[in-house]
């Protein structure tokens, strides 16, 4: 977990003041600080727990292929080995809710809402280059995403959700993010990615008022070991 006054590379009142909910920006690291996240075993292990009775809670995985399958919704269920087949074919996954898989993603949530409302993790896969991800769409709440593992390209618009329909965007800047990069996106702001490669990115999203917190990580195991 990564304290929100050293994740930004302002101090909070200036983010607060000149950017929140105002203006993205993107702070370029090479230190692969986001990596404790989410790891490939982590998403090879969640993947295989599809189909346990776990899975039909939370987190839920969605699928971001020619149609969205949520795993939850969905009438009917795909299989493992059909999920698998996306996968292999270059759809992206999302791991909605992520932040109850670890401890890590669980305080930086905890983190987050010391300065904003309640929020939630969800965790982007892709296994390849071009795999496929949503259109040009904009996001109902701010948006920090880390960048842990893999390198994307983003292409981040002039317009905002109220000044034209999505595919009437135009873009305003387009960066390719790695490793321990951050990405803070205000609300409402059109965006898309391509995939570089294989890639994990953290989406942290936060209403922006709201004091609903949730409670801290216990340390269930103590000095219990083995
Ligand atoms: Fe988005």
């Known amino acids: 977990m990564i304290p929100f006054e050293q994740l930004i590379p302002m101090p909070v009142e200036r983010f607060k003041d000149e950017f929140q909910n105002k203006k993205w920006f993107i702070q370029k690291r090479d230190d692969g600080r986001f990596r404790e996240h989410f790891s490939w075993k982590e998403f090879d292990q969640y993947m295989n727990s599809y189909g346990l009775n776990g899975h039909q809670r939370m987190p839920q995985c969605q699928i971001v292929g020619d149609k969205k399958y949520c795993h939850k919704k969905a009438e009917k269920k795909l299989t493992k080995e059909q999920i698998y087949e996306h996968w292999k074919n270059g759809d992206s996954f999302i791991l909605t809710l992520c932040e109850f898989l670890n401890k890590t993603m669980w305080q930086q949530c905890v983190e987050f809402e010391k300065h904003f409302g309640r929020g939630q993790a969800n965790i982007y896969c892709s296994s390849q280059k071009d795999a496929k991800c949503f259109p040009t769409h904009a996001d109902t709440t701010e948006n920090f995403l880390f960048h842990v593992r893999g390198k994307i390209r ?21 960066v390719d993010l790695d490793d321990g990069d951050l990405l803070y996106l205000p609300s409402k702001l059109y965006h898309r990615v391509d995939t570089l490669g294989p890639r994990i990115s953290i989406s942290f999203h936060f209403h922006t008022h709201g004091d609903s917190k949730r409670e801290d990580w216990i340390d269930w195991l103590g000095d219990i070991n083995g």
């Open 154 to 174: 983003w292409y981040i618009m002039n317009e905002y959700e109220w000044d034209c329909p999505p595919e009437d965007a135009t873009v305003q800047k387009v």
